[in-house]
T-cell receptor
Framework: GAVVSQHPSWVICKSGTSVKIECRSLDFQATTMFWYRQFPKQSLMLMATSNEGSKATYEQGVEKDKFLINHASLTLSTLTVTSAHPEDSSFYIC????????????FGSGTRLTVV | GENVEQHPSTLSVQEGDSAVIKCTYSDSASNYFPWYKQELGKRPQLIIDIRSNVGEKKDQRIAVTLNKTAKHFSLHITETQPEDSAVYFCAAYYETGANNLFFGTGTRLTVIP
């Protein structure tokens, strides 16, 4: 089945630094990937839609200059949290539409970011 | 855009009993409704889904029903087991715009042995 790999699975960084999270579709091409943020005990909130070869589409309230998304190939999308602050600490997770439409969406394993 | 509401937010049942989680959606154009199970710190896992041309779907102890007229769908888990304890999310999707999933707020299910 369709597999999405995400790494790192967890990262601790200092305030003011940047962190890059990678999301790869391992056995299929994903022209579109989605980035979600999940705070403890809350639902998945869509941050942005990553489109291969074009600019990402950001949801209302998400700072595009802070959360940089790059989708340079059909198998890789990256999310860079720039100038991270403690309030950016969260669980970030990507997903892609499975090529087999009957299988729905496939999620990466998530990245727990802690900014200290 | 689509708005998905889910309830209850928490649900505790005795092992062997049934659990029901309900969701409503706002956009009548939505035509795909998956349910995900998420354990702490892990990725959501698709457990069952239903499309708008079907009213009910069952997979062993799990079933989903869809009422298009009322715009609500429900997850039914029978003969619950402790390993069913997790957070469950419903979602809705429609083929327009960015084609992204809209998630409900989640239900924390606890099955008491």
């Amino acid at each position: 089945g369709a597999v999405v790999s995400q790494h790192p699975s967890w990262v601790i960084c200092k305030s003011g630094t940047s962190v890059k999270i990678e999301c790869r579709s391992l056995d299929f091409q994903a022209t579109t990937m989605f980035w979600y943020r999940q705070f403890p005990k809350q639902s998945l909130m869509l941050m942005a839609t990553s489109n291969e070869g074009s600019k990402a589409t950001y949801e209302q309230g998400v700072e595009k200059d802070k959360f940089l998304i790059n989708h340079a190939s059909l198998t890789l999308s990256t999310l860079t949290v720039t100038s991270a602050h403690p309030e950016d600490s969260s669980f970030y997770i990507c997903s892609a539409r499975s090529p087999d439409r009957a299988s729905g969406y496939t999620f990466g394993s998530g990245t727990r970011l802690t900014v200290v | 855009g689509e708005n998905v509401e889910q309830h209850p937010s928490t649900l505790s049942v005795q092992e062997g009993d049934s659990a029901v989680i309900k969701c409503t959606y706002s956009d009548s154009a939505s035509n795909y409704f998956p349910w995900y199970k998420q354990e702490l710190g892990k990725r959501p896992q698709l457990i069952i889904d239903i499309r708008s041309n079907v009213g009910e779907k069952k997979d062993q102890r799990i079933a989903v029903t869809l009422n298009k007229t009322a715009k609500h769908f429900s997850l039914h888990i029978t003969e619950t087991q402790p390993e069913d304890s997790a957070v469950y999310f419903c979602a809705a999707y429609y083929e327009t715009g960015a084609n992204n999933l809209f998630f409900g707020t989640g239900t924390r299910l606890t099955v008491i042995p």
